[in-house]
């Protein structure tokens, strides 16, 4: 899950896959005392790593807290336009944004979530934002890129699991990874490790590519092999008779968004087998 989150966190911005940006939205689940902290963990490792000898890499390390859609959206206008956020006790953040009871900042924060997920393309933005305070507002964002590496435990997130949160079209944005094993055994010398130099390497020069690719306001797009496209279209087929089998808006919502994600998670893949080509 994070490594999906850190390579969608660096690259969904500068690759497309059919005029889709590459950003991911991911949630973890797992037990309590699983492990599942250690995700944000490996990401920050890694990009401190990157950053001695690529120092702007640390923006696409984005906020771990978001109070508002206001403030998401100044953060990619003046901060950061690709970058991936890692959110602890997401599942509490899905109820709150899935209430009826939901406060306004919290509405604000989901519409900014449902809109930005479709909006890293090339050639995609979001609208200027103009407030009372002059110090918030925000010009046209080119291509915002926004990657969530949330995590929550199993027992809060299926409890607030709903039809209407389902319906309300966020859920269906986020891929889920389920763990449901058992705990490991504390690994002692897990202070001492490091990350291969091959693979720090690797990364330091994929963001300084992306970095590159960012400023110039170019993009990379991923191609298909023969056998690729077949499969994506058999996903398609299936998918969409999914969608049209049945009358629940809760199934629909669940299946809409699934070849997107696969195409998304796939071209991710590629781009770290081969970022030029």
């Known amino acids: 899950a994070s490594a999906i989150g850190l390579m969608a966190g660096i690259t969904g911005r500068g690759w497309n896959v059919l005029g889709s940006g590459l950003n991911q939205y991911i949630l973890i689940l797992a037990n309590t005392g699983s492990g599942k902290e250690m995700a944000s963990r490996g990401v920050t490792r890694l990009l401190a790593e990157v950053q001695t000898s690529v120092p702007a890499a640390n923006e696409f390390l984005g906020p771990s807290m978001i109070a508002s859609g206001q403030a998401l959206i100044k953060h990619l206008s003046k901060t950061s336009k690709c970058f991936v956020s890692v959110v602890g006790e997401f599942g509490i953040t899905m109820q709150q944004l899935s209430s009826t009871n939901a406060n306004q900042h919290q509405m ?12 890293s393309g090339y ?85 300084s590519q992306a970095l590159a690719q960012q400023s110039a306001l170019v993009v990379q797009n991923v191609s298909f092999t023969a056998d690729a496209v077949e499969a994506l279209r ?28 696969v195409m998304r998670i796939a071209a991710l893949i590629a781009v770290g087998v081969n970022p030029y080509e």
């Not at 604000?108 to 909006?119: A, G, R």
């Not at 435990?153 to 889920?176: H, Q, W």
């Not at 398609?236 to 089998?245: A, C, G, K, L, S």
Request: charged share 25%.
């Open 108 to 119: 604000m924060l989901k519409k900014v979530l449902l809109e930005l997920y479709h909006k």
């Open 123 to 207: 050639g995609d933005s979001v609208a200027s934002s103009i407030y009372a305070d002059m110090d918030k507002n925000t010009g046209k964002i080119q291509s915002p890129s926004l990657t969530i590496l949330g995590e929550s435990t199993l027992e809060t997130f299926y409890a607030a699991l709903d039809e209407d949160m389902i319906g309300n079209g966020l859920l269906s944005r986020f891929t889920i990874i389920e763990y449901k094993g058992n705990r490991p055994l504390l690994n002692e010398t897990h202070s001492e490790v490091k990350p291969s130099f091959a693979l720090i390497d690797k990364l330091k020069t994929l963001t």
């Open 234 to 261: 058999e996903l398609d087929r299936f998918t969409t008779e999914q969608i049209n089998n049945t009358m629940r808006d809760a199934v629909r919502h669940l299946w809409n968004r699934a070849h997107i994600k």
